[in-house]
Each structure stands twice: as C-alpha cells, then as structure tokens.
C-alpha cells in the first residue's frame, strides 16, 4: 500500500502535459496560418510575373513552400537554380514570430508549474522540455516535410544547421525573456545585474554595429557614385529598375549589413570562385548590376586598410558612453565584458551562417562572409576596444568613484535609520 501510494505520489499527473502539448499546438497553428498563405501569396504574384511562360498551376504551391523552405535556411533548387541565400530581413521576421509563440508557450507552462518542487526537482523541467520540444517538432515535422516533397529543397548539413540555429535561438530567447537566466543550467551562477549589464551592452554594440554597417555603405555609395550610377542604365528603364533594386537589397539588409562588418573587418565578402573583397584586398570579379554588390569590385584606396579600426572605436564607445552606463559596466567588471562578448559573438555567429549562399548564376553561386572566420574577426575587433574601454574607465578613476559613492549611501542610510523605540515608552493599555 505504501509502495503504490510512493508510486502515485511521485508519478507526474498527465493533466498538465496534455494542457501544454495543447498550447504548442496551437501556437505552432497560429504561426502556420500565417506563413503558409503569405508564401502562397508571393508565389502567386510571381506566377502571375511569369504567366508570359506558360507556367502550370503546379508552380504555385512549389514556389510557396520553396520559400518557406529558403527562409528558414535551408536549400532550394527550382527552374535551374539554386537558392540557398536567405532573404534575411524575412528570416528575422519570421523568427520573432517564432520567438513570439514560443514565449507564450514557456508562459502558459510556467503558469501550470511556476517552480521546481521539493518531491519532484524534475518535474518542471520535464513539463517545460515538453512544452518547448513539442513546440519545435510541430513547426519543423511540416516545414521539412513540405519543403522536400512539395517545395524541391535539399536538407543540407548546412541547411539543417541553419534550420537548428534558427529554432534553437527563438526557444532560447524566449525561455529568458519570460523566466530570466535563474533557470538554465550553467547560467543560474550569474547575478540578475550581471546578466543585465552585460545583455544591456550587447544590444546596444549590435545596433550601433548596424549603424556602422549603413554609415560604410552610405559613404562608399557616395564615393563610388559613378559606378553605382552604371548599374541602373544597362536597365531599359533605370527609374523602374532603381526602385526594384531598392526593394531587393531591403530584404537582404540584415545579410548586406553583416557583409560590410565582415569587409570592414578584413575577412572581406566571397564573389563565387573570384576571390574575396575586403578592406585589405580588392577583385576585379563580374558581379550582377546591383548597387551594393558593385562596391566589392575594383580597387580601393590605401587607406581603406584602417577599416578594422572602426570596429575598434565601436566597442570603445559602447562601453565608455553615458556616464551611469559606464559606472554599471565597471561594476560588473571583466566578468560582464566576458558575457557580452559571449552574447554578441553568438549573434554574429548565426547572422554570419544566413548571410551567405547560393543565388542563382553570375558569380553568386558561392556568396557571401566566411561562416568560420568573419564573426570571429568583427568580435576580435569589437572586443579590443571594450577591454580598452574598460581599462580606460579603471584608469580615470570611474570605477573607485563608484564604489566610494556605494560605501557612502550605506553609511548614509545606516546614520539615518531611525533607532527602535523603547518598550516602556508606549504602554499595550494606553491609546494610539
């Protein structure tokens, strides 16, 4: 009888598994009513483009889950080409709606099982691993399924990686958006203010990365003015051609910005099998008449070598700027820089991995920053002017400040608690 009741005791109760399973469903449903008919929307319209070749029905369905396929990284090969280049700023928007269910998967299985027990330390990471396994192999079973039967994609070793990366990240993201970092192994060792801190200078170098990126582009447009102008007159009308590039290079921005990092940093952009351009070597390789991809081309000046500096100055400014930014960054230490190069080199990572590929012929068949080596390059960079960043707020004496005005509002607050009022002063018997 006490074995049974041990046995009752300690057994999960199936009621929360089936509401969680539930829940992932549905979000991954929500998701799929989303993507699915988009997709079909877009390979409608550019059936409707290519209706002068009398292409079948059958196209439609094949393009819309080809592009589902190449959206969330995997390879495609379709009409004789090869599609493997993601449109990126698609990608990130299909994974903030990806990292926006699974968000409110962990929420609603954290409300089933706010915390860990005493009986059952397990118990809540076995319903939360339900909840978010669940939620990962409901989305990707149909897209690979779809993908490979309907759409004509090829699961690469690349591709799935891509693919992996791609989940992956959106659970992770959404995991410490909702429970913080207390609950992940090997994390919960990390003070909340340390993981801000450091969280809070990584975001801010990304976007100011992103700044850099549009400020090199922008200034090599401009300097390389005439070049870029030849691209629109091979177009029988420049006027319609130059808005459709426009709208092109948008959807690649996250992949055109990286790119510009990766010049900028030395490890340069592959053109195929013509070389590397970069701020340290040029190529002559023919490349298709697009605004940006005709700034890799030709010779730059000599002083582009200094390129690398940029990044340096980056990581120097993010962390000396603003005076109480600078105060908690010194606080946390080398500990805080550690985690926010961590986080940012993780970032690069994955953007490095959908920023290059395949698309199509005219020297694109192998594009974009090395996977292996230009995330290494831009975080080196950018991690040389943090270190000096903080090394120059120990050196001005930032950090001693600090401390000293911490030490003072202690001895501040602790003067003015006020002292505790003796019993016989105020009688239970007498009136408050």
Not at 184 to 195: F, N, Q, V
Not at 353 to 367: I, R, V
């Amino acid at each position: 009888m006490s074995a049974k009741m041990v046995l009752m005791h300690t057994s999960p109760h199936p009621q929360p598994y089936r509401r969680t399973i539930f829940a992932a469903l549905m979000e991954v449903v929500k998701i799929d009513l989303i993507v699915v008919p988009a997709g079909f929307v877009v390979a409608i319209v550019f059936w409707i483009i290519g209706l002068g070749s009398q292409l079948p029905y059958s196209a439609i369905p094949e393009w819309a889950f080809a592009l589902w396929a190449t959206v969330s990284g995997l390879s495609v090969s379709t009409l004789g080409f090869d599609f493997s280049l993601a449109p990126s700023l698609v990608t990130l928007g299909l994974w903030f709606l990806v990292a926006t269910g699974a968000k409110r998967v962990v929420r609603a299985t954290a409300a089933d099982s706010p915390t860990e027990s005493v009986e059952d330390p397990g118990g809540w990471w076995a319903l939360m691993g339900t909840a978010l396994g669940t939620f990962v192999v409901v989305y990707a079973g149909p897209l690979l399924v779809l993908s490979i039967v309907v759409g004509q994609a090829t699961v690469t070793p690349l591709g799935f990686l891509r693919l992996f990366l791609f989940l992956v990240t959106a659970v992770a993201w959404a995991l410490i958006r909702v429970r913080g970092i207390g609950d992940i192994p090997g994390l919960s060792m990390l003070a909340d203010e340390t993981w801000s801190v450091a969280a809070g200078l990584a975001r801010r170098l990304l976007w100011a990365a992103v700044a850099l990126g549009a400020i090199v582009l922008v200034a090599g447009i401009v300097i390389r003015w005439g070049d870029v102008d030849d691209t629109l007159q091979v177009y029988s009308s420049p006027v319609a051609a130059g808005i459709g590039l426009i709208v092109v290079q948008a959807l690649f921005a996250p992949s055109i910005f990286y790119s510009a990092l990766s010049w900028i940093a030395g490890t340069g952009v592959s053109i195929g099998d013509a070389g590397t351009s970069s701020a340290f070597r040029s190529t002559s390789a023919p490349v298709p008449d697009v605004h940006v991809l005709r700034l890799l081309g030709g010779d730059y000046p000599a002083w582009t070598a200094a390129a690398p500096a940029l990044l340096v100055l980056l990581g120097l400014l993010c962390v000396i700027l603003g005076r109480d930014r600078a105060r908690d960054i010194a606080a946390q230490s080398w500990t805080g820089l550690g985690i926010a190069i961590g986080i940012l080199f993780v970032a690069f990572e994955v953007l490095a991995l959908f920023a290059g590929g395949a698309l199509g012929p005219l020297g694109l068949s192998g594009f974009g920053p090395s996977a292996l080596t230009s995330a290494l390059a831009i975080t080196a960079w950018i991690g040389v002017g943090m270190a000096a960043g903080l090394l120059l707020i120990r050196l001005s004496g930032l950090h001693t400040e600090y401390t000293e005005f911490s030490d003072d509002d202690e001895d501040f607050y602790a003067e003015d608690e006020p002292e505790p009022i003796a019993d016989d002063i105020v009688n239970d018997d007498e009136r408050r």
